[in-house]
Every structure is written in C-alpha cells, then in structure tokens.
C-alpha cells in the first residue's frame, strides 16, 4: 500500500464532498493507493481552517498556488467556481500532478479546450457523478451488451426547482452564463447521453430565461433550456434542462429505446433500473422494476444487501477509486479532460443553435477514452 498526498481547493458542498470520499475510498474499495488528506484552501484563512478541522486536513491556506505548488500535495482535486478551474488545472498538470476537477471543466468552451490539451498524456478526470450509480453503470452494460438491441431514441433531462419561485432573490447562480442552467445543470445529462448513446453529431437548441428579474437584480443567465439532437449512431434524442421545474428535486432522468427494448431510469429513485424486453412473453411483456443489489457495478462495496441502496455521497467515493485507479495504474479513465470537452462542445453548439435558431453540427474531440471495466 501506498499513500498519496490529496489537496483540494474549494471547501464548500463539493469540496465537503470529495473529502469525505477520499477518508473513506481505500476502506470501501481497498485502494491501492491510500489518500492522505494533507491540504485545503478556501477563500479567507478563517475558512480554510474551519474545514481543515472539520475534514481532518493536515494543513489550511487561502492560496490554491501554495497548495499546488507544495510537494506533500502530490495530487489536485478542484471543486472551487467555474472561473478558477483552468489557472488550477494548468498549474496542477504543468508540475505533473493529477487533477480532478468539478465540472463544468472550464467556464468557457475556450477554457475547456486548453484545459483538455493541457492534460493530453496525463492523469486528469472530471467530476460527473450521476452517471456512476450501479443503475446507471448497469444501463450502460445492458446498451453495450445490446440487450436492448440497436439503440434508436434518447431522452434525457435534468429537472431541479430550487429557482422555480420567482421571488428567490438574485445570487451568484443567476449571474454569468457558467452559473445557468446550460453551465450547472445541462452538462450532467450531456455527459450521461454521451455515455450512454455516443457522440451527438448534430443538434438544435431553444435556451430561454423564465424570470428575467428577481428580488435584488436582473438575471443574465437562463432558467431553462430544450435540445433535439441526432447521435453519430443515427439514434434520435431530445433532453431538456431546468432550474424552475416545479416538484422536482433531482430530475435527472432518461430513457433509452432500443430495437429489443427500453430502459427507463430516475435520479430520484437511484437504485432502481427499469427494463423492458420485447421478447418477453405477452402475459409478461411489461417494464419490469430492477432494484440494485451485490450483482451491480460497485453496488457491493457499499452494501451486501440488495435492495438496501446506495446514496449520493457513494457516487463521489467511487469517483475517488476511480481517479486513485488512474494515478495507480497512468491509464485514463472514463470521463476525462477529454469527455468534459466533449460535453462542452454540446453545450456551446446548443447555445449557437439557440442564437442562430438552426441545426448546427457538434464538434468532436479527437479522442475519448474507453470506461474502465
């Protein structure tokens, strides 16, 4: 066994977040590098030291150079704002530390574009965690596999009401295009349909704010947004993303149809998986609920008994494995710099398309790493 030095810079949810996975990843999984939780940085010393003792850190600083650039810090996980992911990452990668960052990867597409060519040939992941669930991680196996036969139609969303009352004052979220829907919420469900489905080759977009004022300012970014896509495959899609859908708390949620059948899932009931198979019988035929248990990916880490369930913070300790798996073994695991360009690229193009009320064609990175198995 090995230990690794981990900084993180940022304190606050995420920050709170991957901490907590990286105390508990080597008991969960049995890593063979073990994480050393050894610095975080915040914005003010005070608060910095707040979480350095609330977390178990062994040291606290207000300067995310002086934790990139100290040597006990041997590895780099980013969860601060948008605007701050690439000066780290660069500085990170340039002295030959992994990096994992929050999405999204950068708060322009410019940035995720240097940020993905900064980290070509090194350790560098990007934090999607939805799409880890064994549920999620079990539809993909099932696409994969063709159980449900050639893939023709994706519809995915991201639904969340947690701006949905139009007199929650104006904040940081309603401010600048990073912090909207298409910034904060969108890119999650890009990145599960590329995971799921492919590369989408070409797509239209409508992005629309609801409530262009609020108690305390305007808003100058969007509330919610609708994109009707081709994948490369030649499946068809539709997603739609929103921060004012009244009921929902965490509405990512999509369903996949096949030429031997469907699959359906939903974040707010994240371990059940439904299924359904055209060469069942008539009596039968129907969408059968798929609880998850032991024989699911990463399921029994967790918990030895089926039906009993994994949470959110579980989603975050398998990231953990999976970016020690990286650093461990120098081979890229899934998604990476790249993936978080490649859900970028969707996201630019749909805000293109939007502006320019036409179909307009998604860039492509030149190479997308297979998931680990």
Sequence with gaps: MTDIG????????????????MSAV????????RPRLEMICARSAASAETYRAAYGFARASDDWR??????????????????THRAIAEA?????????CEKPLGATVEDSRAMAHAARGKV??????????????FARKLIADGTIGEVTWFRGEHVEDFLADPD??????????????????????????LGLIGPIATLIAEVETVHPRRPGGAVDNDDHAQVMCRFAN??????????????RKMGYAYEVTGTKGAIRFDQEDQNALHLYLASDPEPIR?????????AHPDYAAFCQGPGHGTGYQDQIIIEARDFLQAIATGKPVWPTFEDGLAVHEVVAAAQNSAARRAWVDVPQPNHIPEAAQ
């Design 92 to 100: 990170a990668l340039a002295r030959g530390k992994p990096v994992f």
């Design 124 to 137: 560098a992941m990007i934090g999607f965690n939805y799409i880890r669930t064994p549920a999620s991680q």
């Design 286 to 294: 129907g969408f059968r609920k798929i609880l998850t248990g032991p």
């Design 234 to 247: 030649g499946a068809m899609g539709q997603m739609y993303f929103s921060r004012v859908g009244h009921g």
């Design 26 to 33: 080597a008991a969960a999984f049995d890593t063979a590098l």
């Design 168 to 193: 929650t004052p104006a904040n940081w979220r309603t401010r600048g295009p990073a912090n909207g829907t298409m910034g904060d919420l969108a890119p999650h469900m890009i990145n599960g349909a």
């Design 6 to 21: 981990i900084g993180i810079v940022g304190g606050g949810y995420m920050g709170k977040a991957h901490a907590v996975a």
């Design 66 to 83: 002086k934790l990139v650039a100290d040597d006990a810090v041997e590895a780099v996980i980013i969860a601060s704002p948008q605007e």
